[in-house]
């Protein structure tokens, strides 16, 4: 079993910046793909950012690309992600996610262990 806790979300201002963090304890050798996904209230979830913890290879959501940084610590068992520039359009709650393979497209149904997730809130 795999267990992710997400840490690091708060209130800022537009412009601001924040890095959440996600601590992956359990099977962690059968995850090769961490992610991260957010959901306004009333909208669709969405995938923000992906990371392939063989190569550190990354994908991002056209939303966020030159403004949202993944990156990994896999001697911590930590997945991170740097908030900067960030909009009132980013306030949501942020989840970290988990699977054995990245797909191409950040889609949250491929992902099968979740954390509980960090809100972000940014005023304008």
């Known amino acids: 079993e795999v267990q992710l806790v997400e840490s690091g979300g708060g209130s800022v201002q537009a412009g601001g910046s924040l890095r959440l963090s996600c601590l992956a304890s359990g099977a962690t050798y059968a995850l090769s793909c961490m992610a991260w996904f957010r959901q306004a209230p009333g909208m669709e979830r969405e995938g923000v950012a992906s990371?392939?913890?063989?190569?550190?290879?990354?994908n991002y959501a056209d939303s966020v690309k030159g403004r949202f940084t993944i990156s990994q610590d896999k001697a911590k068992n930590t997945v991170y992600l740097q908030l900067d520039s960030l909009k009132p359009e980013d306030t949501a709650m942020y989840y970290c996610?988990?699977?054995?393979?990245?797909?191409?497209?950040?889609?949250?149904?491929?992902?099968?262990?979740w954390g509980q997730g960090t809100q972000v809130t940014v005023s304008s």
């Open positions: 990371i392939f913890a063989d190569d550190g290879s990354t």
């Open positions: 996610a988990a699977a054995p393979i990245c797909p191409s497209v950040i889609d949250g149904d491929l992902f099968g262990y």
